[in-house]
């Protein structure tokens, strides 16, 4: 390494949901000098802090790696879009905002599985501290912290009200709160959002914290390999501008590069399995087959309606109206541009034996059955009245890898998702279709539908539902535990202090660490696992 090398006592790679909550809480004290590489720009775009404007940051590799998954069977063979924040604020910068935690036995199966720490009575604190939640506070949310969480009841659509009236006639009870005492139910969901504008993590933790002279961000800085000696992570190598630069790292290097980064940076590095790294000439550090296994994400779909009402189609179709919905948010930041797609949702089991949830549920006021070739159409739906209601797995058995194609760190790595590759899941999936078109022959939607759009009436026995749920299914963008948690080097990649098995001084916050997938949007989780674990390299200085 180069002596004249810059020192910092903690490097992290990526200013996404968890680093930037690392490193707000690293440089809080003033007493650690902290650096934070990220290989995206700034999050001062239009389009980024204005929620429903990710449709259009989708596809724009200015802010989005624009990942594409491999060809997937049980896809329909579809190769996949899988957008991730390539930006400060990663994915928490054009995700949907969708603030959901997960189910509270989630996390006691973490615990359970060895990683003492993260059980619900453990994290629930975390969650309430880091709220400030506009509902006000309770024994399970919390207020004044740094994340702002909307309360949307008083501003929805008025068919979000329709399709609550049709789950409570199908039996869910009406849910106010799907963090609080029972995720189970329908309702509408909270957002985060703070005064029309999207609360990223990089507005709640890291723009506060770039203020302190401590704290440090490199912008357009795609780190290439952690740097060693010996058995210790000491610095990182950084491309930026056609230069490569080695930083080096006092006391820890912190991975937050995500579920597809963070295995990417450690493969590069010699961590992973080994015969893989040989084949592609990278000297193994550290022989850990389980890096950038054990991938798991929610697959999703929606069935979509025309409607003998106007929805937000008629809003936002046309020129007037957009011209419309876009004056009363720039005057008044509210309306349909400040808030997200995805107002109504809810939580069901597919099965009365189950003992928690496995599906949730969204509804859309609008739909985008004809969409716009580079542009998620959120902002262009269809010229006809429509609606959608979706739905996406919570606890998926299909199982991925995450692996690097080349010792190239600018190549994007080799996504294989899998998915509907198990039994359970295709079974789970075509019970819970079956489930969502019983809200069509409810009384509060009958009168409502004029006709199933998507996937069409024609599409009834179960073999065509499975087909159209191949076909059309996707992510909904929550991978997770690609270098996950565990007591046990044998089949994991971090120690439940989040510390590297097998390698000094580094560490991996994210949600690559998580055990295991949360029933529900990530974001709060990987925003709760940064803050938990910048207090466990606080404590383990000590």
């Known amino acids: 390494m180069s002596s004249s090398a810059q020192i910092f006592d903690f490097v992290i790679v990526g200013s996404g949901s968890a680093g930037s909550v690392v490193a707000e809480r690293l440089s809080a004290s003033g007493r650690h000098s902290v650096l934070v590489l990220e290989a995206g720009g700034s999050d001062r775009r239009f389009f980024v802090q204005m929620p429903l404007g990710y449709g259009k940051t989708f596809f724009d590799p200015r802010v989005n790696w624009n990942y594409r998954a491999e060809p997937d ?99 869910l009870a009406r849910n106010a709160d799907f963090n609080g005492e029972t995720q189970e139910g329908i309702g509408v969901y909270q957002i985060t959002t703070r005064d029309g504008r999207r609360m990223s993590a990089a507005r709640a933790f890291l723009r506060p914290a770039m203020k302190r002279p401590n704290l440090h961000v490199e912008m357009n800085a795609l780190a290439t390999r952690i740097l060693f000696e010996g058995n210790r992570a000491v610095g990182i190598e950084y491309l930026k501008n056609g230069r490569r630069i080695e930083v080096r790292a006092g006391r820890e290097v912190i991975v937050a590069g995500g ?100 599906m949730q549920l969204y509804f859309q006021a609008f739909s985008t059955v004809l969409p716009r070739p580079g542009e998620r159409p959120i902002l262009s739906p269809d010229p006809w009245p429509g609606f959608s209601i979706g739905l996406s797995n919570c606890r998926p058995t299909s199982r991925g890898e995450i692996m690097i194609r080349s010792a190239d760190p600018s190549e994007h790595p080799k996504i294989v998702a899998n998915a509907f590759s198990t039994n359970h899941d295709v079974e789970e999936m075509l019970a819970a279709v079956k489930f969502l078109r019983r809200f069509t022959e409810t009384d509060a939607l009958r009168s409502l539908i004029a006709e199933e759009v998507l996937p069409g009436p024609s599409v009834r026995d179960d073999e065509a539902l499975i087909d159209d749920f191949r076909r059309r299914s996707g992510t909904v963008y929550h991978p997770v535990s690609t270098c996950r948690m565990g007591p046990d080097p044998s089949n994991s990649v971090v120690t439940p202090r989040l510390r590297v098995h097998g390698i000094e001084a580094l560490r991996i916050i994210d949600a690559s660490v998580f055990p295991s997938v949360v029933a529900g949007n990530t974001n709060a989780a990987a925003i709760m696992t940064g803050w938990k674990g910048a207090q466990m390299v606080l404590e383990d200085m000590d």
């Not at 493969?267 to 990278?282: C, F, T, V």
């Open 73 to 171: 069977p049980g896809l329909g063979g579809n190769a996949d879009h899988w957008p991730r924040g390539k930006i400060l604020g990663g994915s928490s910068s054009i995700n949907a905002m969708v603030w959901i935690r997960g189910h509270k036995s989630d996390f006691d199966d973490w615990r359970d599985a060895g990683n003492a720490g993260w059980g619900y009575d453990d994290v629930l604190p975390v969650f309430r501290q880091i709220e400030d939640n506009e509902a006000g506070a309770d024994s399970y949310r919390g207020t004044g912290g740094p994340v702002h969480v909307t309360d949307l009841t008083r501003h929805v659509h008025p068919l979000t009200k329709r399709y609550i009236a049709a789950g409570v006639e199908l039996g």
């Open 259 to 358: 579920s597809v980064n963070s295995p990417q940076l450690l493969q590069l590095s010699g961590i992973g399995p080994s015969n893989h790294l040989r084949a592609l000439g990278i000297d193994v550090r550290h022989d850990n087959p389980h890096v950038g296994c054990n991938l798991q994400d929610h697959q999703g779909i929606n069935y979509t309606f025309k409607a003998r009402e106007r929805t937000l189609n008629q809003l936002l179709r046309p020129w007037w109206g957009k011209l419309l919905a876009g004056s009363r948010y720039l005057l008044a930041r509210d309306g349909p541009l400040s808030m997200s797609m995805n107002q109504g949702g809810g939580f069901f089991r597919t099965r009365p034996d189950l003992d928690r949830p496995n």
